[in-house]
């Protein structure tokens, strides 16, 4: 097997893949994603995770049917808390250590986020799982992993998603969709290619922080990511 080919990584997860049908979060996924990720913790490298809450709420989605933005927006956050939790549960009964840091201060069930702190957490070898997102209504999931990742010096924004990278137009709805190998950033924006976020890309534009979009389920995709072949997935950088 190749050697990482990164030190620290930042992976985003959807909170939507831990659905199972009507069971927001699935024992049996969380399980899944703990042994991806594990496979990659036991190679020596530093994760952090950020997961998003949509499983359980959707602040966005719930302002566009009335209700306040702000709240529906600390809502989400607090989806994405329940989240963390399951994911830190996952991993530490594989025997993986695992911190979960929140934006929004709840001590008695998570640390506070201390950029500092959570540094020091990946030199001992333990995975952050940053909850609550930045802890401000208006910022998406996609945004507080930009942001993680350049506070906490990440080399890579790992983007998981359900399909296998960027094509040039939705692949489930036009059969000739082609897929990019590589994208630079001016030409996303030039193709209104929707990436991440615009806040969340220009985070990563401005601080040149390369972005790999990816199916998390696709066998040993993570793996392969790390060891240094991006080839069935999309690399986003300059
Ligand atoms: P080191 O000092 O590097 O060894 O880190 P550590 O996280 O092991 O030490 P610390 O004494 O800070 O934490 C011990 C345990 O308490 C860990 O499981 C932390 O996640 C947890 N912990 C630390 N601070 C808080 C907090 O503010 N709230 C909650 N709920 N748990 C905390």
Not at 141 to 158: G, I
Request: with cysteine.
């Amino acid at each position: 097997m190749s050697k990482p080919v990164y030190k620290r990584v930042l992976l985003k997860l959807s909170g939507e893949t831990l659905k199972d049908g009507d069971n927001p979060i699935s024992p049996d996924i969380v399980h899944e994603m703990a042994l991806s990720i594990k496979e990659i913790v036991d190679l020596g490298v530093e994760v952090a995770l950020v997961i998003g809450g949509g499983n359980i709420f959707r602040g966005l989605a719930a302002s566009r049917k009335g209700m306040d933005r702000a709240t529906a927006d600390y809502m989400g956050m607090l989806a994405t808390c329940i989240n963390a939790l399951a994911l830190q549960d996952g991993l530490e009964s594989l025997g993986v250590p695992t911190r979960v840091q929140s934006a929004i201060a709840m001590q008695s069930i998570c640390e506070p986020y201390i950029r500092r702190k959570a540094v020091r957490h990946f030199e001992k070898g333990r995975v952050v799982i940053f909850a609550a997102g930045t802890g401000s209504p208006f910022f998406s999931t996609d945004t507080t992993a930009a942001l993680r990742a350049v506070e906490a010096e990440c080399e890579v924004v790992l983007k998981a998603t359900k399909v296998d990278g960027i094509y040039d137009k939705d692949p489930k709805k036009h059969a000739d969709a082609v897929k990019f190998s590589h994208i630079s950033y001016g030409e996303c924006l030039q193709r209104r290619l929707q990436v991440m976020d615009s806040t969340a890309f220009a985070l990563c534009m401005e601080n040149k922080l390369p972005i790999i979009v990816f199916d998390f389920f696709e066998k040993g995709s993570l793996r392969r990511i790390i060891g240094g072949d991006a080839s069935h997935a999309t690399t986003v950088g300059q």
